[in-house]
């Protein structure tokens, strides 16, 4: 193995459960001369994750006072009501406001802060920005004639300093542009570039409105689930449907999908579950030069991890934005985990006892980590592997009983080493407190003081890693020399299956 020095111990036993401490694991991907790839930072010492000590410790009010920034109005003459009626929908393509530098992907608003409304753009910028700041122009409608107002725009990168970022490369960013408080009047459109007060309104993002979040969001949810660009030419849709049940019956009330590429037969999947309001999903591209044609893409995310690192945080972000204001937590995740807890029923419990327990402290953390083990299909003696049908679309042989047959969801075997806190661990990210998401936890938080991340106890909960062992990365040798039986997944089975069968007969149906 070449990567020997970036082998390190698995220091689960050390910390919190004692098992064997010899589960070793190794970092992933990491290229030659970069630091620590951000999939898997090394985990610190009293469960918060890395980057912490970025967070100067000033106040919260101090904060608000330091991004502050006064709104001026701009000479409205005619060009919102000109321009009004060349508005188009925001559809998958990004909008670029910096030649080659900066790429606008959408824009949520932020009333998280009584009297300090903002909007949240996501984009992409490549390379430094201009240091002579950039300017969001926001559209109002008003009656007939509309107004503009323009703000100098605060803007982050949606990555931390120690994972390292080369000057060329392409980097999330979260823009804030801060609205004049009047929490009446939403604003309809922005737009971020180097100008103050932009004249041109059909290049500009659609904020949704308050009518167009209720016909489209529905009740508040507890939980959403955020699901990165898939890019699969396999037909994997009976896989889909039951991650989608399996993490209905435990406690997900929506889903968002991106999606790079998929089978034909996916897409009907996601078209029906569309259409009864189970998930919502949007086609996803990259930005800028990057590939977007299938093969060329692939071969990029496969060979620069960083960048698709980078990349992944897009939709995560934008997921966390568009359920700001109508799901508690939202879940990124991919779709070989589940989130299974072992005492109690489902997340809602889960999230219940943890509230007891925490108490106060409760609300002091943005997110609430599960840490991982893996069910190496491998270890799965009872089933064979190379027998994993999906659904047939014209056989009726797809009866009843064979529907689980295949999907690893319901393995029974992992390894007995937990992986360490901060590493390869998912989090339900709260709503109310996080400020940028990352695939692990929360990036940043809204107020400075609150903490990144909670890690549940691994008697609690764990998040079931379905994948086959990859020794590249991972001592498999030594992993699957200790492993489990654990059955607590099993216990959804019936359900699992009465709500498959359903879908496919509604499937069959409609397609
Ligand atoms: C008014 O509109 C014209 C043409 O659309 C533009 O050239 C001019 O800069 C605008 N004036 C102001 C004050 O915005
Ligand atoms: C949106 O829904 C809320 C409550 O669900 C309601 O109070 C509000 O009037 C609705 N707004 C619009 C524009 O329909
Ligand atoms: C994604 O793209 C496909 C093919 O162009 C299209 O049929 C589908 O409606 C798009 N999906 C969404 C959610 O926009
Ligand atoms: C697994 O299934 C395949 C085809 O279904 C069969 O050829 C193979 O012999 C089976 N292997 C075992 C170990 O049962
Ligand atoms: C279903 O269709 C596939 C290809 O579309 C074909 O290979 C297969 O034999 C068909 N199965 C049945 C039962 O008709």
Redesign the pocket.
């Known amino acids: 193995m070449s990567v020997a020095g970036t082998r390190r111990l698995c220091r689960a036993g050390l910390v919190a459960v004692l098992v064997t401490a010899l589960c070793v694991l190794t970092l992933l991907d990491s290229p030659p001369q970069l630091p620590d790839p951000p999939a898997d930072p090394p985990p610190t010492p009293g469960g918060e994750p890395p980057g912490t000590r970025s967070i100067v410790a000033y106040s919260w009010a101090r904060r608000l006072a330091l991004d502050y920034r006064p709104t001026k109005e701009c000479d409205g003459n005619g060009t919102y009501g000109t321009t009004l009626n060349t508005f188009k929908l925001a559809d998958?393509k990004w909008l670029e406001t910096i030649p080659g530098q900066l790429f606008l992907y959408s824009a949520h608003l932020d009333l998280r802060v009584a009297g300090y409304p903002s909007l949240r753009v996501i984009g992409v910028k490549r390379g430094p920005l201009p240091t002579s700041g950039l300017f969001c122009t926001v559209w109002y409608e008003e009656d007939e004639r509309g107004r503009a107002v323009s703000v100098e725009a605060l803007v982050s990168t949606i990555w931390l300093d120690e994972w390292g970022e080369t000057v060329d490369s392409y980097a999330g960013i979260l823009v804030g542009c801060q609205l004049p408080p009047d929490p009446a009047i939403e604003p309809s459109r922005v737009y971020v570039g180097l100008e103050p007060c932009h004249q041109d309104a059909s290049h500009s993002l659609a904020i949704k409105n308050r009518e167009e979040r209720n016909r489209t969001e529905g009740r508040r949810r507890q939980f959403t689930l955020c699901i990165k660009g898939l890019d699969f030419d396999e037909d994997i849709s009976a896989k889909i449907v039951a991650f989608v049940e399996l993490h209905r019956i435990l406690g997900a009330e929506h889903f968002y999908f991106y999606?790079f590429n998929v089978h034909e037969n996916v897409?009907r999947v996601l078209r029906l579950y569309?259409s009864s309001h189970v998930i919502r999903?949007?086609?996803l591209t990259l930005p800028g030069d990057l590939p977007n044609e299938k093969t060329a893409r692939r071969r990029l995310l496969a060979e620069d991890i960083w960048t698709k690192r980078r990349m992944e945080l897009i939709p995560y972000n934008h997921c966390f934005y568009d359920n700001l204001h109508r799901s508690e937590f939202v879940l990124p995740i991919d779709v070989d985990e589940a989130i299974v807890p072992v005492r109690r029923n489902n997340w809602h419990e889960l999230l219940l006892d943890e509230r007891i327990k925490l108490g106060r402290s409760f609300k002091d953390f943005a997110s609430y980590a599960v840490r991982n083990v893996y069910f190496f299909p491998e270890l799965q003696q009872t089933r064979n592997q190379t027998d994993r049908p999906s659904f047939q679309w014209n056989d009726s042989s797809t009866t009843d009983d064979t529907l689980l047959t295949g999907l690893d969801y319901l393995d029974t075997i992992r390894t007995a080493c937990i992986s360490p806190e901060g590493d390869s661990v998912k989090s339900f990210v709260s709503t109310r407190r996080a400020l940028t998401v990352h695939n692990h936890y929360a990036l940043t938080t809204l107020n400075p003081s609150t903490r990144r991340a909670h890690h549940f106890d691994p008697d609690d909960v764990l998040k079931h890693h379905h994948r086959a062992c990859d020794d590249r990365h991972l001592d498999c040798e030594v992993m699957m020399e200790d492993v489990r039986v654990d059955e607590s997944a099993t216990r959804y089975a019936d359900e699992l299956e009465r709500r498959m069968r359903v879908f496919f007969n509604d499937l069959k149906a409609f397609a």
Do not use: C, H, M
Request: proline fraction near 0%.
């Open positions: 998958e999606v897409l569309e999903w949007f086609n």
